[in-house]
Nanobody, 124 residues
Framework: QVQFVESGGGLVQPGGSLRLSCAAA????????MGWYRQAPGKQRELVAA???????NYADSVKGRFTISRDTAKNMVYLQMSSLKPEDTAVYYC??????????????????WGQGTQVTVSS
């Protein structure tokens, strides 16, 4: 049984940075494609960053150039480095494996369960 444990969120001022971490605990394999989602109050969960084993990365337009996804396959860890944060980045952030590669808008989660997420609040 795979579990996702997210951490690293917090309160940050606009323009600041945060680094989120995701541990895929209990996994006996390394998911081929991993992604970071976020859900703001009153909005649907959206995929913001994805990474396929190796070098390919894909980002939502809203975070392109500001967020960077990375992973440590040996440790089953996935990271999201966020910089130049904006108030509209405020959300609960989640990680999940993804079924297949493609444009961000077309990728769907591999698992139908989620971790507890980590809250990111961007405010002055």
């Amino acid at each position: 049984q795979v579990q996702f444990v997210e951490s690293g969120g917090g309160l940050v001022q606009p323009g600041g940075s945060l680094r989120l971490s995701c541990a895929a605990a209990g996994s006996r394999f390394s998911p081929y494609i991993m992604g970071w989602y976020r859900q703001a109050p009153g909005k649907q969960r959206e995929l913001v960053a994805a990474m396929i084993s190796g070098l390919l990365r894909n980002y939502a337009d809203s975070v392109k150039g500001r967020f960077t996804i990375s992973r440590d396959t040996a440790k089953n860890m996935v990271y999201l480095q966020m910089s130049s944060l904006k108030p509209e980045d405020t959300a609960v952030y989640y990680c999940n494996a993804l079924k297949s590669w493609g444009p961000v808008a077309t990728m769907v989660p591999l698992y139908d369960f989620w971790g507890q997420g980590t809250q990111v609040t961007v405010s002055s």
